[in-house]
T-cell receptor, first 113, second 113 residues
Framework: AQSVTQPDIHITVSEGASLELRCNYSYGATPYLFWYVQSPGQGLQLLLKYFSGDTLVQGIKGFEAEFKRSQSSFNLRKPSVHWSDAAEYFC???????????FGQGTRLTINP | EPEVTQTPSHQVTQMGQEVILRCVPI?????FYWYRQILGQKVEFLVSFYNNEISEKSEIFDDQFSVERPDGSNFTLKIRSTKLEDSAMYFCASSESWANEQFFGPGTRLTVL
């Protein structure tokens, strides 16, 4: 079945540490891929997107993600997290020709001071 | 910066009552969407709307649900007879085209008692 999987429900890292959030997709063709962030009580804000081309994409707030076709993955990274990065992170996929985003379960990020 | 707005932020209703959730998409966008997120679960697609008609809908979007763009700015989701399981956060989104980023509103939390 077509799906997006985020294996980690909750991750805790220390402020200043590096971060990697995992995302895998299961589709016949390569979908368009997105990472969204949701702070408490807020809507979903786009961090970055991959449509084609360079497999390493840069986003806002110092985030980047790397598309790896061989692993069907689109992992989100940040070299040094800040306390304000504490939020819920969602990976999502859009199949070409379809009009719906399919979301992963989300990963809740907690930052230790 | 243009943004998607939603009203109300929180709606409490009795089971069996009708509710209308309102959204104002970004003004030059042509595609409109509703998603919902039941507490603790992933964000799920409900419906997409283009050129004054539904272009895609999920299994969740049954006869109890309807969408409308009553004027040039609003986009509404109506639930005809609410059930307890309709309690969720409902997100509106809009995009310039199906292949572009979807911009999300802050959500309406619907509580059905």
């Amino acid at each position: 079945a077509q799906s997006v999987t985020q294996p980690d429900i909750h991750i805790t890292v220390s402020e200043g540490a590096s971060l990697e959030l995992r995302c895998n997709y299961s589709y016949g063709a390569t979908p368009y891929l997105f990472w969204y962030v949701q702070s408490p009580g807020q809507g979903l804000q786009l961090l970055l997107k991959y449509f084609s081309g360079d497999t390493l994409v840069q986003g806002i707030k110092g985030f980047e993600a790397e598309f790896k076709r061989s692993q069907s993955s689109f992992n989100l990274r940040k070299p040094s997290v800040h306390w304000s990065d504490a939020a819920e992170y969602f990976c999502a996929a859009l199949i070409q020709g379809a009009q719906k985003l399919v979301f992963g379960q989300g990963t809740r990020l907690t930052i230790n001071p | 910066e243009p943004e998607v707005t939603q009203t109300p932020s929180h709606q409490v209703t009795q089971m069996g009552q009708e509710v209308i959730l309102r959204c104002v998409p970004i003004s030059n966008h042509l595609y409109f969407y509703w998603y919902r997120q039941i507490l603790g679960q992933k964000v799920e697609f409900l419906v997409s709307f283009y050129n004054n008609e539904i272009s895609e809908k999920s299994e969740i979007f049954d006869d109890q649900f309807s969408v409308e763009r009553p004027d040039g700015s609003n986009f509404t989701l109506k639930i005809r007879s609410t059930k307890l399981e309709d309690s969720a956060m409902y997100f509106c989104a809009s995009s310039e085209s199906w292949a572009n980023e979807q911009f999300f509103g802050p959500g309406t939390r619907l509580t059905v008692l």
